[in-house]
C-alpha cells in the first residue's frame, strides 16, 4: 500500500518555531490526526482536523491541511525543550475505501529536537 | 485510571523460544489493537479485534498470533521468533477502531522485544 510520509529528523531551537510535515495518501480522508510519542511512553492524540477544514489552531499548535497536496502540516508556536518528541501523522480513509474498517494508518514519525 | 497495560516493557529471548506478550485495558473498549514500530517504518499494524472473539490480519501478520477471549486482554503470541521481529511493540484501543476524534486510540507504553 502506499505510505504516510514525514522526514525523519528536525531540530529547532528553544523558543522558535517547529512545522512538522506529512504527505498522506487518500484525498478523501475523513479525519487526520497528529500524535505525539513521548520518549518510553505510547502515543498520545495531540490535535486532529476534520477533512473540510483548511485550519485549526489550538493554543501553540496549528494545523494545517492542503486537500489539494494531500499535505498536512503542524506548527509549533515558541517550541520548548518538552516537545521534544517524535510526531506522527495519521489519516483515518472513508468507510467506504476501506472495507467497512476505518483503519488507522500511521506515518513514519518525525523525531523533533529542540535544542535549549 | 484509564489505560491500557502491556507486559513486560522489555524482553530478550533467544530464536524458537514461545512468547507471549500481554495487553490488557480497564476502558471497556471493544477494538484493540497490535502495532511494531520500526526506525523509518513507523507504525505498522500487526492484527486487531473488533470485539470478543473477532480477530484480523493487519499490514504483517506474519510469526504472529493473537486471541480475544475477554475484552479487556489481548495478547500477543510468537510461537517461534526469530531476529527480524525484533522491534518495539505497542498495544492499543479505542471505543470505535480509533475512527473519530472522539474514540483516539489510546496506547500502552510499549514492549522492546529482542530476539537473538
Known amino acids: 500500500g502506499e505510505d504516510v510520509e514525514q522526514s525523519l529528523f528536525l531540530s529547532v531551537r528553544e523558543g522558535d518555531s517547529s512545522v512538522i510535515n506529512c504527505t498522506y495518501t487518500?484525498?478523501?480522508?475523513?479525519?487526520l490526526y497528529w500524535y505525539k510519542q513521548e520518549p518510553g511512553a505510547g502515543l498520545q492524540l495531540l490535535t486532529y482536523?476534520?477533512?473540510?477544514?483548511d485550519m485549526k489552531q489550538d493554543q501553540r499548535l496549528t494545523v494545517l491541511l492542503n486537500k489539494k497536496d494531500k499535505h498536512l502540516s503542524l506548527r509549533i508556536a515558541d517550541t520548548q525543550t518538552g516537545d521534544s518528541a517524535i510526531y506522527f501523522c495519521a489519516e483515518i480513509p472513508p468507510l467506504m475505501n476501506s472495507g467497512g474498517y476505518q483503519k488507522v494508518t500511521f506515518g513514519t514519525g518525525t523525531k523533533l529536537q529542540v535544542i535549549p | 485510571e484509564a489505560q491500557v497495560t502491556q507486559n513486560p516493557r522489555y524482553l530478550i529471548t533467544v530464536t524458537g523460544k514461545k512468547l507471549t506478550v500481554t495487553c490488557s485495558q480497564n476502558m471497556n473498549h471493544e477494538y484493540m489493537s497490535w502495532y511494531r514500530q520500526d526506525p523509518g517504518l513507523g507504525l505498522r499494524q500487526i492484527y486487531y479485534?473488533?470485539?470478543?472473539?473477532?480477530?484480523d490480519k493487519g499490514d504483517v501478520p506474519e510469526g504472529y498470533k493473537v486471541s480475544r477471549k475477554e475484552k479487556r486482554n489481548f495478547p500477543l503470541i510468537l510461537e517461534s521468533p526469530s531476529p527480524n521481529q525484533t522491534s518495539l511493540y505497542f498495544c492499543?484501543?479505542?471505543?470505535?477502531?480509533?475512527?473519530?476524534?472522539?474514540?483516539?486510540?489510546?496506547f500502552g507504553n510499549g514492549t522492546r522485544l529482542t530476539v537473538t
Open positions: 492499543a484501543s479505542s471505543s470505535e477502531a480509533g475512527a473519530r476524534w472522539e474514540s483516539p486510540l489510546h
Open positions: 482536523i476534520f477533512s473540510n477544514m
Open positions: 479485534s473488533m470485539n470478543v472473539e473477532v480477530t
Open positions: 487518500d484525498s478523501s480522508s475523513t479525519y
